[in-house]
């Protein structure tokens, strides 16, 4: 059974930074690609990276470049989201899920597939 468990979160002040883990059981790591979503309240929940384990590719959505990295550890079946000066929109559930690929880079931006395994999200809260 693949499983998926986010840890890392909490409340931080603007201008902060916060890393995120992914870890993830129940299937071939390299096999995968694990994305970071998030949503906020009343939002749509939306990508803000990737990363395809076979080849450590990344994606990264266009608002969150130059301040979010994503990075794996295989030794640890873990995907990290390292988020540095945060900011009060960048509020929300951050959810990690898994799938057999990122999705897309079109128009500078990155757009992800339909993923279908989820974990079950860890709060950010960025205070002004």
């Known amino acids: 059974e693949v499983q998926l468990v986010e840890s890392g979160g909490g409340l931080v002040q603007s201008g902060g930074s916060l890393r995120l883990s992914c870890a993830a059981s129940?299937?071939?790591?390299?096999?995968?690609?694990i994305g970071w979503f998030r949503q906020a309240p009343g939002k749509e929940r939306e990508g803000v990276a990737c990363?395809?384990?076979?080849?450590?590719?990344?994606y990264i959505k266009a608002a969150v470049k130059g301040r979010f990295t994503i990075s794996s550890d295989s030794a640890k079946n873990t995907v990290y989201l390292l988020m540095n000066n945060l900011k009060p929109e960048d509020t929300g559930v951050y959810y990690c899920?898994?799938?057999?690929?990122?999705?897309?880079?079109?128009?500078?931006?990155?757009?992800?597939?339909?993923?279908?395994?989820w974990g079950q999200g860890t709060q950010v809260t960025v205070s002004s």
């Open positions: 990363i395809t384990l076979d080849d450590v590719g990344t």
């Open positions: 129940g299937f071939t790591f390299s096999d995968y690609a």
């Open positions: 899920a898994a799938d057999r690929r990122c999705g897309v880079y079109y128009a500078g931006d990155y757009f992800p597939t339909d993923f279908h395994t």
